[in-house]
């Protein structure tokens, strides 16, 4: 079965514009980092799964950050994230929401270096 092309799966939605701005930081956090489709939604791996969008979250748009579908008993510790953006689901999962495309700008890069970091750790 062919992967369905992620431009597709976003091109009605209403924060259409804020899910790209947020591809674009994803792609441009490291040029290893590649997008596909999982689960229905862009995902993004570099390697191992790592992130992908929650395509029906209200208010604006949420990420979910992940090691892969399989649980790990390790967990992720020690990830640096002084503007409070992460809100942790479970040791091995956190989700990042943004309501605007200013509330993507204004923390692009403290969200690049949490992708940065957990990359670090997949």
Not at 18 to 26: N, P, Q, V
Not at 63 to 73: E, M, Q, S, Y
Not at 85 to 110: K, Y
Request: proline content about 7%; some cysteine; aromatic content about 8%.
């Amino acid at each position: 079965m062919r992967a369905a092309d992620p431009d597709a799966l976003v091109a009605d939605h209403p924060a259409r514009a804020e899910i790209d701005a947020l591809r674009r930081l994803i792609l441009a956090a490291d040029p290893a980092i590649e997008e596909g489709v999982k689960w229905n939604a862009p995902s993004y791996r570099c390697g191992e799964w790592f992130a992908t969008f929650h395509l029906r979250a209200k208010p604006g748009v949420q990420i979910i950050l992940h090691r892969g579908a399989k649980v790990r008993p390790d967990g992720v510790a020690g990830i640096d994230d002084p503007k409070g953006l992460l809100q942790w689901l479970d040791p091995n999962r956190a989700s990042v929401r943004f309501t605007t495309l200013v509330d993507i700008e204004a923390h692009a890069g403290a969200f690049q270096a949490i992708l940065r970091q957990w990359l670090a750790r997949l």
